[in-house]
């Protein structure tokens, strides 16, 4: 699949498969960024597909992790994604279980479409910090309502969320948090109005579902990478 991206005095076509693995991905680098404890040196990956290999892509080009594991939806599945990865990127990627992906990594990526949670609030170690990315449905949560109680939650957009994210929404109609758990999204971040961390055992959490901003932003340096190589 391709779309039209309208850029300034220019049109480009680009693959919006790609386009989506690479923003989304992206975005949960900067909240990373803004969240996570520096020292983080474990990060874990929830899925073996298209969001779950950008993930790993990106998330290990800009922090220096010392391991990956990843957990799919079965043993065989985990194992053969992880020697792919790892061949393909010359990276330590090991397959691990649900709890033992959760309470090991220190950065966390869920990037699944399980309809129900793949991760419970009680396998988290203090210090992690998690992206939700699998899920854009208000019926659909990879995690359970333990992880939201138990941490510091930012979203990329206030209205995206609070519309479209089942993480949230359902644990807000269950009554596990409120709207007010959610204290950040993710301009208040970058723009340091808002801090994305408070200590070092502090759990982070960013829900992300995804926004028009992120896809033009991305279109845009790609657009003009391309510029640059073709006049090089």
Partial sequence: MSCWIPLPGSCALMAANYLTDVRTAATSAVATRHMARRDAKVLGIFGTGRQARSHIEVMTAV???????VCGSGAKRSQAFA???????????????PCTCASQ??????????????????????GTHLNLVGSFHPTRHEVDGETLRRARVAVD???????????????????VISREHVIADLHELARGKKPGRK????????KSVGCGLEDLVTATLAFGKAEQRASA
């Avoid at 922090?63 to 594991?69: A, G, I, N, Y």
């Avoid at 020697?83 to 279980?97: Q, Y």
């Avoid at 994210?165 to 109609?173: E, F, K, R, V, W």
Wanted: aromatic share 8%; glycine share 8%.
């Fill in 83 to 97: 020697t792919a990865m790892a061949k393909e990127l010359g990276l330590k990627i090991e397959p691990a279980d």
């Fill in 199 to 206: 200590s070092v055992d502090e759990i982070t959490l960013f």
């Fill in 157 to 175: 957009t206030y209205e995206g969320a609070f519309a479209e994210a089942g993480d949230l929404m359902i644990p807000i109609h269950e009554g």
């Fill in 105 to 126: 990594a220190e950065v966390i990526c869920t990037c699944t479409n399980s309809p129900t949670p793949i991760l419970e609030g009680k396998w988290l170690r203090p």
């Fill in 63 to 69: 922090r220096q992790f010392e391991r990956v594991l």
